[in-house]
């Protein structure tokens, strides 16, 4: 049987109940709390679970010895009684830690100094040698309490702070430390939301922290996973196949959790940097793919579509530490008012260092909770936020017999697709193509979400008259579907020099996760004028999977890496994503991350794909190639598919293994592939079995080819 050991877990003042529960949840017995920290019990293997799985700890302490220290003489004498040689290697490196004061000894420096005299003496007087200083990342790190003229030399397990998860880029203005945002958010029964379906917000996200630890929490990821570094590690007391098998499982069961994790995490910020922070730290920590994050101001606050019941949690500004109370007041002020507005029967929890910004809220607390950010004590504010009752819709005026056509239309359409997609589990497609020349415009599916772009009108239909019918193909639209407005993107054309175009895009930031094939994309239907999933490329996509299977797989101007989940779904050893745009690179990422193909074997690659290719030294037995039919960036040369595609095509061709296969594509109708500058390559035009059956009505959407050099 292991020995049990007495042990002691630090923590932020307020959190002591809450880590004697999640102790005594890790298997810890003998629980007791005490000042900043708690008491327990354990064998090492709970010591371990405690350094990876406690959520709210500061650091894990082995006590080594406790003796008197009223003055420096003491403090080594009782530090020398400790065999340090069970401990640390005499060629190993430590660090000391230091904190209270006894009568004789006032100076944390002092008492350092002290122990490490100590422990110096007794290698140099055994050994004759001695271990080095090292205050990053110690072999072992001791950490020494003097109180009430006793001291308590412990061996710190952690190493460095617990709080510290390996994901973190800097510190936003005010950052919430993570095991202080793990205890807000039990406080606000975030658990409790998670288990029935609830979504989670931040309106003020700053770096994400609270994001980060919601999700982790919700998707069973240990703290301690992105962690390289424990005070374990050169311990001479050390298990390491103990700690090897914890850490697997530890693994496992992120992998495990990632992959049935929903996406249902929001967060706001009008703070670029705090943004481009958050966006880096949720990619390091695995979530990218789950968190949706967005540039807007508190005003422009909404409840998240298809998100009825959820958690808002926030850590606004405090008018200690980065402005003046009465500056803040319309801030906590409009916060209330988005809370009401927004987020009927959704809860919420805020907080605070100041009582009158608190009331500032305008709503009455159910509960309050003391708390220290720090050394600043401060007050957590939890809400229920009652449902109110919706009014009375008002009565539609009828349709003109255009708008009912469409109607008809549309509803003919779906009769003629439902069972197909109900057999193939199609959730994203076209549904209607300028079927009706008078009505010009797409629209396409997004599971419960509608997106509509409108076509150029004849040059006979007077301007007006055009408005007429973009209003009817909305409203007709939301009437067949049963979809509300608030879910239907619009992107609408407007006249103006050089001819029509189609109107500034929105600046949301706001992304859905969508199915498809049994995978699951990020779609962004309202900000750029392509969703992020081209829907006609569904069949290319899948004959991506098919072909796949241990395969090095490029996919060049790789846009948002569908093509590449899809490829990393069917079981390529590798996928390498290329691409000029560092938007559409993240977006990659996080559509790769959503669905668990993370690490070194998929890699992302900022550059134009002709650059690429000349220097690339990479072998590929499947390149998948879909440029656009220009491309002027100031980036890169001018491309233009007619023009440069044989050169692409050759290019592409040295980075093949003999007998490997090309997949090119493009959808500029007037394109003609160049077979005499390509004369002695195996060319196999697959347009028609790559147009998807809701396209068939426009089978011109692209064209495609399988080609193998000589």
């Known amino acids: 049987m292991s020995a049990v050991l007495k042990l002691f877990a630090t923590c932020p003042k307020g959190l002591e109940y809450l880590l004697r529960d999640e102790l005594a949840e890790l298997g810890a017995t003998e629980v007791r709390e005490a000042l900043a920290g708690v008491h327990f019990s354990g064998t090492l293997e709970i010591a371990y679970r405690v350094c990876l799985w406690s959520r709210l700890a500061s650091r894990v302490l082995l006590p080594l010895a406790e003796f008197d220290a009223a003055d420096g003489e003491a403090l080594y004498d009782g530090v020398a009684s400790v065999d340090f040689a069970a401990h640390l290697a005499a060629e190993g490196r430590f660090a000391i830690d230091a904190v209270g004061a006894t009568r004789g000894i006032s100076h944390s420096h002092y008492a350092v100094q002290r122990v490490k005299d100590a422990l110096v003496d007794q290698f140099r007087q055994r050994l004759g040698t001695r271990p080095d200083v090292d205050t990053e990342r110690p072999d072992v790190r001791l950490n020494l309490l003097l109180r009430r003229e006793r001291g308590t030399l412990s061996l710190d397990l952690s190493g460095a702070p617990l709080h510290q998860r390996g994901w973190r880029r800097g510190h936003g203005k005010a950052s919430l430390k993570e095991n202080l945002a793990v205890a807000l958010l039990l406080r606000a029964q975030w658990p409790a939301v998670h288990a029935a379906g609830g979504a989670l917000v931040d309106p003020l996200c700053g770096s994400g922290t609270l994001l980060i630890e919601a999700a982790w929490m919700a998707a069973d990821v240990a703290p301690g996973w992105k962690r390289e570094y424990y005070g374990v590690d050169g311990w001479l007391g050390h298990d390491a196949s103990l700690w090897q098998r914890l850490r697997g499982e530890v693994d496992e069961r992120a992998q495990r959790g990632l992959s049935a994790l929903a996406p249902k995490f929001f967060g706001f910020d009008d703070d670029p940097q705090a943004l481009e922070d958050a966006r880096h730290n949720a990619q390091q920590a695995g979530v990218a793919g789950f968190v949706h994050l967005g540039r807007q101001s508190l005003a422009q606050l909404k409840r998240p579509q298809a998100c009825d019941a959820g958690l808002v949690i926030t850590n606004p500004p405090y008018g200690q530490r980065l402005g003046e109370r009465n500056d803040l007041q319309p801030l906590y002020r409009e916060l209330g008012e988005k809370l ?84 193939e589990g199609v959730q994203c497609y076209r549904i209607y193509d300028a079927d009706l020349p008078e009505y010009a415009a797409a629209i396409d599916v997004y599971g419960d979400h509608l997106h509509i772009q409108e076509y150029q009108a004849p040059a006979t239909i007077d301007e007006e008259t055009a408005r007429q019918r973009w209003r009817e193909i909305v409203r007709v639209a939301s009437e067949v579907f049963a979809i509300p407005r608030e879910r239907i993107a619009l992107k609408q054309r407007y006249r103006g020099k050089g001819g029509e175009k189609y109107g500034r895009m929105a600046q949301r930031e706001q992304f859905l996760t969508v199915p498809e094939g049994g995978l699951q994309f990020l779609v962004n239907l309202w900000d750029y004028l392509d969703t992020g999933l081209f829907l006609d490329h569904r069949p290319l996509r899948s004959r991506v999977r098919e072909l796949a299977r241990g395969q090095r797989f490029l ?156």
């Open 340 to 423: 009401i507005a927004e987020f009927s029967g959704w809860r919420a929890s805020v907080i605070t260092s100041d009582a009158d910004l608190g009331r500032a809220i305008g709503l009455r607390a159910v509960k309050r909770y003391a708390v220290y950010n720090g050394a600043l004590e401060c007050q957590l504010l939890n809400f229920d936020l009652a449902e109110r009752t919706p009014s009375a819709p008002r009565e539609a005026k009828p349709l003109s017999d255009g708008a009912q056509m469409l109607k008809n239309r549309l509803d003919k359409n779906r009769r003629h697709l439902r069972k197909r997609l109900e057999r």
């Open 555 to 710: 996919n060049l101007f790789c846009y948002t890496g569908a093509v590449s989940v899809y490829a990393a779904a069917g079981g390529a050893t590798s996928t390498t994503s290329v691409d000029l745009s560092t938007t559409y690179l993240e977006w990659a990422s996080r559509n790769l991350a959503l669905n668990t193909f993370i690490g070194a074997r998929h890699r992302l690659v900022q550059a134009d794909a002709a650059t690429f290719l000349e220097r690339d030294r990479e072998l590929y037995e499947l390149i998948y190639v879909d440029p656009p039919t220009f491309s002027n960036s100031k980036r890169a040369e001018d491309f233009d598919v007619q023009r440069d595609h044989v050169r692409l095509l050759k290019l592409c061709a040295e980075r093949l293994v003999p007998g490997g296969l090309i997949l090119f594509s493009n959808n500029y109708r007037r394109f003609q592939l160049d077979t005499e500058a390509l004369a002695g390559w195996d060319i196999r035009e697959i347009s028609a079995s790559t147009i998807p059956f809701d396209f068939e009505r426009n089978p011109r959407i692209h064209r495609a080819w399988e080609l193998r050099a000589p």
